[in-house]
């Protein structure tokens, strides 16, 4: 069996303090390995390094002379990520929509009934709504759907140390320590976004989203900006990305469409259901860009995106053709694949849009 901890360089092995405690000899190899067998998994199969890699990562921390805060800081993180993703794996099945907004709104407020309103439609449709688990716009979004719809990422705070009484109790609620752990489960899980009006933390969620599939380090899910009738938060807030981001250059002009200010839940509830009429997923094989479709496009539809959309194409042509030798999942579904530029992804979503229009055209 290749073995990852012995394929490190011999002179960084010489040079680094982990090295002179030799925590890549064959005996410690054979140690961890034993430990992975104990429970359960074999340490020959591909993700069996995963785990060894944690843990060898785990036993260089006293070398490396980490002190106690940040042993504590990385131990609790770890052990929040592990214990969110067993209560997410519980429902694979779920399409999930993270939900964020002010804890502040009360309940008689329009943003409030909005919310409502909206996740309510979002789990007719047979989606499960994530939230930060408080009150205001949190607790909107599982009032609508209901708790069995319903998934709560609480963060301790000393003025906000309980969940709602919609999800209070109820075992999808999590309670995280860090901002960074809660947001990387809001994202991971999510296969779309919504946000209500909000202050400081609304602003770094919607932000920290956009910059993720901006970015391309997220994949690309809708984002619908909601609020009451008759409410112009969404309408400042984007004359100041237009005027103040976009006027000066600091964002390109696709990247608007990688949100949409919709006028009523209905229309933002609808959206993110048309992103998924005929686009399913997408993942990268190396540097081949792969979406997954719930159905195959005709020539002509093939053909009208590799005109409309060459500039993302590195090399070659946007094909469609079927799955990947390295794919495991969603094998029966046909494929568009490209070889990507990692531009432009706010032309990317074009595409994706480009793809749901002509999926639904008559061949």
């Known amino acids: 069996m290749s073995d990852p901890i012995s394929q490190m360089p011999e002179a960084e092995r010489e040079s680094s303090p982990v090295g002179r405690h030799r925590l890549y000899d064959d005996d410690v190899s054979q140690t961890i390995d034993e430990l992975i067998a104990v429970t359960g998994m074999n340490p020959e199969t591909g993700d069996a390094r995963f785990v060894r890699d944690l843990i060898l990562t785990s036993l260089k921390l006293h070398p490396d002379g980490r002190d106690r805060g940040e042993l504590k800081l990385m131990t609790a993180a770890l052990k929040e990520l592990r214990y969110a993703y067993k209560v997410f794996h519980q429902y694979p099945d779920v399409p999930k929509i993270s939900v964020f907004g002010s804890a502040r709104t009360p309940e008689d407020h329009r943003d409030y009934k909005a919310c409502v309103q909206f996740s309510r439609r979002m789990a007719e449709l047979g989606w499960g709504v994530i939230t930060g688990?408080?009150?205001?716009?949190?607790?909107?979004?599982?009032?609508?759907?209901?708790?069995?719809?319903?998934?709560?990422?609480?963060?301790?705070?000393?003025?906000?140390?309980?969940?709602?009484?919609?999800?209070?109790?109820?075992?999808?609620?999590?309670?995280?320590?860090?901002?960074?752990?809660?947001?990387?489960?809001?994202?991971?899980?999510?296969?779309?976004?919504?946000?209500?009006?909000?202050?400081?933390?609304?602003?770094?969620?919607?932000?920290?989203?956009?910059?993720?599939?901006?970015?391309?380090?997220?994949?690309?899910?809708?984002?619908?900006?909601?609020?009451?009738?008759?409410?112009?938060?969404?309408?400042h807030w984007?004359?100041?990305?237009?005027?103040?981001?976009?006027?000066?250059?600091?964002?390109?002009?696709?990247?608007?469409?990688?949100?949409?200010?919709?006028?009523?839940?209905?229309?933002?509830?609808?959206?993110?259901?048309?992103?998924?009429?005929?686009?399913?997923?997408?993942?990268?094989?190396?540097?081949?860009?792969?979406?997954?479709?719930?159905?195959p496009l005709g020539e002509r539809a093939v053909a009208a995106l590799n005109e409309e959309f060459a500039e993302l194409v590195r090399d070659g042509e946007i094909v469609q053709r079927g799955p990947y030798d390295v794919e495991t999942d969603h094998l029966d579904l046909p494929r568009l694949a490209f070889t990507h530029t990692r531009r432009n992804f706010g032309i990317v979503r074009r595409l994706l849009d480009r793809v749901n229009q002509l999926g639904d055209a008559p061949a």
């Open 238 to 295: 984007l004359n100041y990305i237009e005027h103040s981001l976009l006027g000066y250059g600091f964002i390109s002009p696709e990247d608007i469409d990688l949100m949409k200010v919709c006028a009523t839940p209905e229309e933002a509830a609808q959206h993110v259901a048309d992103f998924y009429r005929v686009y399913h997923s997408s993942r990268y094989v190396r540097d081949d860009f792969v979406i997954r479709l719930k159905a």
């Open 133 to 235: 688990a408080g009150d205001g716009i949190m607790k909107a979004g599982h009032e609508g759907p209901g708790v069995d719809a319903s998934f709560g990422l609480a963060i301790s705070l000393p003025f906000e140390t309980t969940a709602n009484t919609v999800i209070q109790g109820d075992p999808k609620l999590i309670t995280f320590r860090y901002f960074f752990t809660r947001k990387l489960i809001f994202v991971s899980q999510a296969k779309a976004v919504a946000v209500f009006p909000g202050g400081f933390g609304t602003q770094d969620e919607i932000f920290e989203v956009l910059t993720l599939i901006q970015t391309g380090k997220s994949t690309m899910v809708p984002v619908v900006l909601v609020e009451g009738e008759g409410g112009e938060y969404w309408k």
